[in-house]
């Protein structure tokens, strides 16, 4: 599919898309165009795989938010962690073959959604918090979900 069909499948009907496998350029692109249909470039993990380990037989990667460092609100305390952990799931997922791990990581997030979020996703109904509260929402999720 060329990117400029991408892009405008993504925002037709975003659900048919599991898994966008592209190169870097247009991968940044999509994924933009795809962090606003979820609301924020917070909620958006990105992973850069590589070809298979010949010994190992897992990628070399690079696992990593979309927004990046997010530098126009760091150190303010605000900013949206979620991006970061559903990274860090795919992490343990693709490159160190942990799927149930990442499994009760992204299970976390979900709960944690359902009564807490930060100043971009607001719901009503939820809690907001900031970046340590949000972290703080998953951890305790993990917790309780590991019991």
């Known amino acids: 599919m060329y990117a400029d069909n991408g892009a405008m499948q993504l925002v037709r009907a975003p659900k048919q898309f599991d898994v966008i496998y592209t ?4 991968g940044d692109i999509l994924s933009d ?4 249909l ?5 909620m958006l993990p990105s992973a850069s795989l590589g070809a298979p380990d010949p010994e190992t037989g897992l990628p070399k990667a690079m696992y990593e938010p979309v927004h990046g460092s997010a530098p126009d609100i760091a150190g303010q305390g605000i900013a949206n962690p979620l991006a970061q952990f559903q990274s860090f799931a795919m992490l343990l997922r693709y490159s ?6 990442a499994d009760l990581l992204e299970a976390a997030v979900d ?3 359902k ?3 930060t100043g971009d996703i607001m719901a009503p109904g939820c809690t907001q918090t900031g970046t340590e509260g949000m972290t703080k929402a998953v951890i305790d999720e993990m917790d309780r979900l590991a019991r």
């Open 23 to 26: 190169d870097n350029l247009f």
């Open 33 to 36: 165009c795809a962090a606003m």
């Open 38 to 42: 979820t609301g924020s470039l917070g």
């Open 96 to 101: 160190f073959d942990q799927g149930a791990e």
């Open 111 to 113: 709960a944690a959604l």
């Open 115 to 117: 009564t807490t979020r």
